[in-house]
């Protein structure tokens, strides 16, 4: 079982782990059910879509890397708000963020909170961020977003942990080669 708070447990069996690469998975996920969708919001949403019609699990767990400037490389943080950050038609007269005439908010709010992690906003785009300023959103990363809103659209619960790899600046290519490789053992000593 997993136990993200008092209330809410689900099964392992039951539970769908998604990442964006398989270093971030490491060995630790290797006997779960392990979706791995490649880098980016398309493959994230079209692998999730199939994996969901082929097996419709309990529970949706996002586990990847991500940047941030607010939290420290190593801590793993949970997020439950998801702007899509490269969402841009104000010129249009949309608010930044907003998806036109999709009826969400430019901050999409889905998923549990785990008990005893920070919480973070997450920005997710189409771009590895190396000049992070923006102040909307404390975590970057790319495929977070789209996972939670399917996850939301199938009525299914979500949990969104993201271990900081790097602080999205001029290091992150770096720092986020030698850190995604941790990302697993921080997981496996959150989740079970």
């Not at 099964?11 to 490491?26: C, N």
């Not at 939670?148 to 271990?163: G, Q, R, S, T, V």
Request: glycine share 8%.
């Amino acid at each position: 079982m997993i136990k993200i708070t008092g209330e809410h447990h689900f099964a392992i069996d039951r539970t769908l782990f998604v990442f964006a690469l398989d270093s971030e998975a490491g060995k630790v996920f290797n006997e779960k059910n392990k979706l791995v969708t490649g880098i980016g919001k398309v493959n994230a949403a079209m692998e999730l879509t199939q994996e969901i019609q082929r097996n419709r699990p309990e529970l949706i767990v996002n586990l990847g890397s991500a940047g941030s400037r607010s939290f420290g490389k190593g801590e793993v943080v949970c997020c439950t708000k998801f702007i899509q950050r490269d969402m841009d038609v104000r010129g249009l007269g949309f608010e930044k963020y907003e998806t036109p005439l999709s009826g969400i908010p430019p901050v999409l709010e889905y998923g549990l909170l785990k008990e005893g992690l920070p919480q973070g906003i997450c920005g997710t785009g189409d771009s590895f961020e190396m000049n992070h300023a923006e102040t909307d959103y404390n975590i970057v990363d790319m495929e977070a977003y789209p996972l939670a809103l399917i996850a939301m659209k199938k009525n299914i619960p979500f949990l969104c942990l993201k271990y900081i790899s790097d602080d999205a600046g001029s290091e992150a290519a770096e720092d986020w080669a030698v850190q995604v490789h941790l990302a697993s053992e921080a997981f496996n000593k959150i989740l079970f």
